[in-house]
């Protein structure tokens, strides 16, 4: 069994939908919480950080964390092509512990 | 501020030859890292420095990757020889310090894509 699960995809949703992400993991120790988004053929890049558990909200991305469950989610509202990208979900125990990414979900968002 | 810089972008070579990955980190950032990212994958820590010290290596296929970062700045990864499975992503990434209690934001650059024939 993997320590992160991540559902790859791939998503097609329609302009103005929203988008619901999530990934699964089996370490307790994990205590952060990231959502990466990487465009084809570029690095991931940061979008969303959460420490514990709790939501997260920036602009059209909210970001939930339920550590009892094992279970974290991104929410996408008002999706727009532009936001056609792979979403890479990734965790760690903190201070100097690695991460550890998901496969990523490709995500399509169609006009 | 610029973002982490990555050479080359692109590399084609023949299994068993040999191939070097060039990273400039974000400026003042003490910790790198490189990860190798498969297609279909998510990626995969090889080697993470503070300054010029290996903090972890564990995912490091030592007997053809060897990885240095002089001075505590750039750094090189290098793969001799190179084989078929070694075709992926060569990414690199830092953040401002790795030795604190909480998860440092880690900065991507945009990646070398290898391909081994």
């Known amino acids: 069994q993997k320590e992160v699960e991540q559902d790859p995809g791939p998503l097609s949703v329609p302009e103005g939908a929203i988008v619901s992400l999530n990934c699964t993991y089996s370490?307790?120790?994990?205590?952060?919480f990231m959502w990466y988004r990487q465009y084809s053929r570029k690095g991931p890049e940061l979008l969303m950080y959460?420490?514990?558990?709790g939501n997260k909200e920036d602009g059209r991305f909210t970001a939930q964390v339920d550590k009892s469950s094992k279970y974290i989610s991104l929410f996408i509202r008002d999706s727009q092509p532009s936001d056609s990208a792979t979403y890479l979900c990734?965790?760690?125990?903190?201070?100097?512990?690695?991460?550890?990414f998901g496969t990523g979900t490709q995500l399509k968002v169609e006009l | 501020e610029a973002g982490v810089a990555q050479s080359p972008r692109y590399k084609i070579i023949e299994k068993r030859q040999s191939v070097a990955f060039w990273c400039n980190p974000i400026s003042g950032h003490a910790t790198l890292y490189w990860y190798q990212q498969i297609l279909g994958q998510g990626p995969k820590l090889l080697i993470q420095?503070?300054?010029?010290?290996?903090?972890?290596d564990s995912q490091l296929p030592k007997d053809r990757f060897s990885a240095e970062r002089l001075k505590g700045v750039d750094s090189t990864l290098k793969i001799q020889p190179a084989k078929l499975e070694d075709s992926a992503v060569y990414l690199c990434?830092?953040?401002?310090?790795?030795?604190?209690?909480?998860?440092?934001?880690?900065?991507f650059g945009p990646g070398t894509r290898l391909l081994v024939l």
């Open positions: 370490n307790s120790a994990f205590q952060y």
């Open positions: 990734a965790m760690s125990a903190g201070g100097g512990n690695k991460l550890t």
């Open positions: 990434a830092s953040s401002l310090d790795s030795d604190r209690a909480f998860q440092e934001t880690q900065y």
């Open positions: 420095f503070q300054n010029n010290g290996v903090v972890d």
């Open positions: 959460t420490y514990s558990s």
